[in-house]
């Protein structure tokens, strides 16, 4: 190892273990280049990354767990020079979501048929919480069926986190609303955790662009032209962006594993173990709803795959949007209308993973620990109180810990969450999980209310994705 | 009353008399909305909503004030589910300040003849400042007539506002123009209370594309016709925000009473009273000056009351400023020039209200408590320091908080406003006066530089206005 | 002297010092008006110029040096109120630096061929990095030169400097290229310190745009026209603003002077020469490079002196970009492509004075005041970290701080960096030297590269340039 501050300090380079971590995803990358060159698919090549970020993440923690040198300094680096690649990639993709997501609303809202737009609302709204709700039970049900203890989970939250919890604990249902209300376009557009406030400015725009369409088409003519040929054009810096997305992957999967370390996931375990099991019940669940509807769920899972696997990889709902969207629209059949409204509010309002499952089962635990009543009356309560919550929480960046901390105050158990606080330790694997749910339910949404609105293209639907956008 | 957190502290719902208030305000939504239906004019429903606002507020209050569960429950969650209506709509309308801002400078200064810009300015900052004058003296003179004594105002200063008047306390004129002064056109505009910058920005692309016009006719074309129909969309989206202003008047009145309280507003009577005075008498100097000028000032008030209740509901000059320019410009007959230029350029510098009144009067009341002597070479210094301040302060936030930090520092009594305290406590009971002041001096300005510049069209100003596009 | 705090703390004209002073600044504007009117060159007016402002700076601080009322309060009422023409000049150039480097860099890579990209970017690299390492080796040399010692520098760094430091030095290499990749369009362009990230994202657009041209010809078309004549406009922008560079420089050039004080250059002569001796030395060595390129160093430094006359009054990079690029490509011949890559970067990336010669001058100072043993290898050290650094710390606002920072972290003695303070006392003098060079450098860059590329046009270079454009 070189201890000298320049390689240890600033370029975090000073050991054989960096070097070497360094070197094997260089190797990675070079191999998914090969593959690409030899026109492997894309789902395949997202399946291999996903596999070698596995592998490289356990494989490097595993072998040198031992090493004091790993331990104190490489597994820093790694984890810099790691997250320069991944975390650089995600950067990218969220670059794009607040342009999609507006030109997109725009397009929906001037094509849409003008009383539609209640109905879609209503719907999706509707169809949100539910399966909000349902997470809500699962969650609580998880706990339950591991017989989790909240003392397990004992730790100290840090100073800043503790500050983030006060700040959202002190905040209403009416003021979470009003903070979604835009009082700038330009600042809302800057801030990526505004989605909503965009879809509003959108909508306001939209429906404005509709009117004059009738009464001063001229005047409005070269303002939606280059709208269109603005869309045309972000949606291209997409698709290039989007190849990249195997990459991407192998870096942030692998750097999950190693900036945490397996040993700490060992030691949780427990919830680990429950929170992926409400995850799968959940996939399970939708499959339920999905055949209900008429939908063959196999090949709903086969097309979302690339998209929820990413989500997985990205834990962030709001970069995997224009994917989303992208997957709903050109992949499953879903009407450019239901798919732009449901998947975008669906990344803010009643996320299953983040607003419903993870909430439920901390209230749950908390509460238990406190002596609450475990009966009937209190696990409604539960359930209430996260699906309003999930609507509350809505724009507010850390999804997770503020549904978390709303459901925990709302119980009147606020003062408790410091006690679990090893939960939040380990809050990136967790996570992982967490946001594929969300993004699995809010497509599952976006079929139900299509379908719903009868706008359902089913044929697409079962027609086999080619992908050629992404392929070529 | 519910005592669970989930209902006080996050829904903010815990009791009949929140339950009973928001119903109310529901039932007079509902109320406006039906009259609407009946055809009854913008102009009535306005009035209307002021009434049902001040009947709301001071009814809640007045039957309520007994009750503890109101005092210290209530009071906080109807405010909260108030604002959300009130603070929401005003929210809306100020997205669209600078966007209307900066292109309607743009299209003015493209479309004026050179020679007349340099005149412009100069007639605009004269008449701004005069009226400030003559305000400041209208603040002095409430004083004594009041015989107010700053002994029954003590009270402390909140540490938040201390701080923010020790910040002003240290800038300096130079310093002030210095931060109108624009280096980023994204983060000025992602700014409110940039309001000038973006002026500066919007002339220096305007006369960019005036010299393009004549040199490279081609070439701008595109940016031109883009800004134009932009200018449209814009427009509409106004037109379909300013159609719920009476929603947001109901709202934003009857919260001021109620979040402030009818016992504060008593305690604090003279002060409130000798402010109210001074607006009268200025509303009287207009009338004054628009006869002096020719122009008919029952005709003014009656086209001016809809901008004046707004302004004077939503307590914001920039909020205000997009149908201050409306009805300048199609009711008034005051040319797109003048009434951008004045009006926007009055949403900071010369406010009478925040910028001349107040401070006039909180500078005299504390030197007076201070022991100055009161002659007239003092009243001078007054009538100079907050005139002179009124153009120095613009563009920044919380003017007349600002205005009165900077003349006491002028008049060497800075430390004395904390001894002053109780003023700022119902300052927004006071501040829908002062901004109603600043915009009717903006308007009486804009006619009056209008008149100067020998563009005022009469017979536009004399034609009862229809409101069509409102009304409709 | 006027002892009220309206003269003293607000406007900040209190005494005959500072009036005198604003009087002879006006002087100085009408003056450079009258010889525009007399049609005076640009170049001859910008000379004059810095004349005028040395002659100001200097005389105004010889002559009042010994007045009590000048050292209390006139220096710091001069200062305020020659700021306020001298940064306001500034903050307008570089409210274009986003727009101009974000068109051009559009403009540049559509139109470029594709497979050029990537060697334009190796070589820009490499020339960049080289020309940093020479004046990292400058830097060595003339601190052994003038036999410097680091306690003749004693003094205290501020508590925000000392906050600014500590927080850079916890920050790495990948950390700080992390940094540059864009994550939102509106808040990058919304800074004006990441110029980087804005080329990422014209880079990004430019190439779907390419690719677009021969796929959706039509569906592209709208955005393209748009952004050419939004080039259009801002560039006569750009042009209107420069035209106005004379009456900058000169309330520039004196204030800094003003500002600091004659006496405080004084005390730290040994620093400033060696410093200014270091840029002269550099300046050398571009004369030898550009001749081994087969270059006329003569016309180079005849057409580069009003960028650096301009780069040297402003101290800002960014701020000079604009006019850096219009001389590149109208006078020197440079291709559009070379010069918008590498002059771009170059604000940034292989800074010559900011991250070469200024570093390795404090790098070697403290280093040797520490004990370090002075060989061969120590050197090599300070040239390797100070030019990897110089890469690192791209986009990082007051990069001459950051990069000393760096080094001495770098070479492991960070925590010494408080003990040279008085070196960040008189940083704006030691910064226009500092901040012409790096802009001498990159101009030097572009032009080694364009030869390179085969892309340079010697015959342009070589005629005269007319600066029509400015001068009419």
């Known amino acids: 190892?070189?201890?000298?501050?320049?390689?240890?300090?600033?370029?975090?380079?000073?050991?054989?273990?960096?070097?070497?971590?360094?070197?094997?995803?260089?190797?990675?990358?070079?191999?998914?280049?090969?593959l690409k060159d030899k026109k492997v698919s894309f789902s395949k090549r997202m399946i291999i990354a996903l596999i070698i970020g596995l592998v490289l993440g356990i494989g490097i923690d595993i072998i040198s767990n031992k090493s004091g040198i790993y331990i104190d300094h490489a597994r820093g680096e790694i984890s810099a020079w790691f997250g320069l690649i991944g975390t650089g990639f995600l950067k990218?993709?969220?670059?794009?979501?607040?342009?999609?997501?507006?030109?997109?609303?725009?397009?929906?809202?001037?094509?849409?048929?003008?009383?539609?737009?209640?109905?879609?609302?209503?719907?999706?709204?509707?169809?949100?919480?539910?399966?909000?709700?349902?997470?809500?039970?699962?969650?609580?049900?998880?706990?339950?069926?591991?017989?989790?203890?909240a003392t397990s989970f004992a730790g100290d939250l840090t100073e800043q986190k503790t500050e983030f919890i006060n700040n959202i604990a002190s905040q209403s249902f009416p003021e979470f609303f009003l903070n979604l209300i835009p009082n700038n376009i330009i600042s809302v557009m800057g801030d990526n955790g505004s989605i909503v406030s965009v879809v509003i400015i959108a909508a306001m725009f939209a429906s404005a662009i509709r009117f004059l369409k009738v009464k001063k088409p001229t005047e409005v003519a070269p303002f939606v032209t280059f709208l269109d040929s603005l869309r045309t054009?972000?949606?291209?810096?997409?698709?290039?962006?989007?190849?990249?997305?195997?990459?991407?992957?192998?870096?942030?999967?692998?750097?999950?594993?190693?900036?945490?370390?397996?040993?700490?996931?060992?030691?949780?375990?427990?919830?680990?173990?429950?929170?992926?099991?409400?995850?799968?019940?959940?996939?399970?669940?939708?499959?339920?709803?999905?055949?209900?509807?008429?939908?063959?769920p196999v090949m709903f899972y086969k097309k979302a795959f690339n998209t929820l696997l990413f989500a997985f990889s990205s834990r962030s709902s709001v970069g995997t949007l224009p994917y989303t969207l992208q997957t709903l629209e050109k992949d499953m059949g879903v009407s450019g209308e239901t798919s732009n409204f449901v998947a975008t509010l669906g990344t803010t309002i009643g996320m299953n993973?983040?607003?419903?499952?993870?909430?439920?089962?901390?209230?749950?635990?908390?509460?238990?620990?406190?002596?609450?009543?475990?009966?009937?009356?209190?696990?409604?309560?539960?359930?209430?109180?996260?699906t309003v919550g999930s609507i509350g929480i809505a724009g507010v960046p850390g999804t997770a810990t503020?549904?978390?901390?709303?459901?925990?105050?709302?119980?009147?158990?606020?003062?408790?969450?410091?006690?679990?606080?090893?939960?939040?330790?380990?809050?990136?694997?967790?996570d992982m999980g967490r946001t594929m749910l969300n993004v699995c339910g809010s497509m599952v949404s976006s079929i139900v209310v299509d379908k719903w609105e009868g706008t359902f293209d089913k044929d697409q639907f079962n027609t086999p994705s080619n992908h050629t956008q992404i392929n070529e």
């Not at 549904?403 to 967790?430: K, Q, R």
């Open 402 to 430: 503020v549904a978390a901390t709303v459901t925990l105050n709302g119980l009147g158990y606020g003062s408790a969450i410091s006690s679990i606080g090893a939960v939040f330790g380990i809050d990136p694997i967790v």
């Open 353 to 386: 993973g983040c607003a419903g499952v993870f909430p439920a089962m901390l209230g749950t635990l908390v509460a238990a620990a406190a002596g609450a009543t475990m009966d009937f009356s209190f696990f409604v309560l539960v359930v209430v109180v996260v």
């Open 1 to 34: 190892m070189i201890d000298v501050p320049f390689f240890s300090q600033f370029l975090k380079v000073s050991n054989f273990y960096t070097l070497i971590a360094i070197v094997l995803l260089g190797a990675a990358m070079v191999c998914l280049k090969m």
């Open 92 to 149: 990218l993709v969220q670059l794009l979501a607040i342009p999609v997501v507006f030109l997109s609303i725009i397009k929906v809202v001037v094509d849409v048929q003008g009383d539609r737009i209640r109905s879609l609302t209503g719907r999706t709204f509707i169809t949100l919480l539910s399966t909000t709700a349902i997470s809500a039970i699962v969650g609580i049900l998880v706990v339950k069926l591991f017989n989790l203890n």
């Open 233 to 296: 054009t972000v949606n291209s810096v997409l698709t290039n962006v989007i190849k990249l997305m195997p990459y991407g992957v192998v870096a942030l999967v692998s750097n999950t594993i190693i900036s945490n370390g397996i040993q700490s996931v060992v030691s949780m375990l427990g919830f680990i173990a429950a929170l992926y099991t409400g995850v799968i019940i959940m996939l399970l669940v939708y499959v339920v709803i999905l055949s209900f509807m008429g939908v063959n």
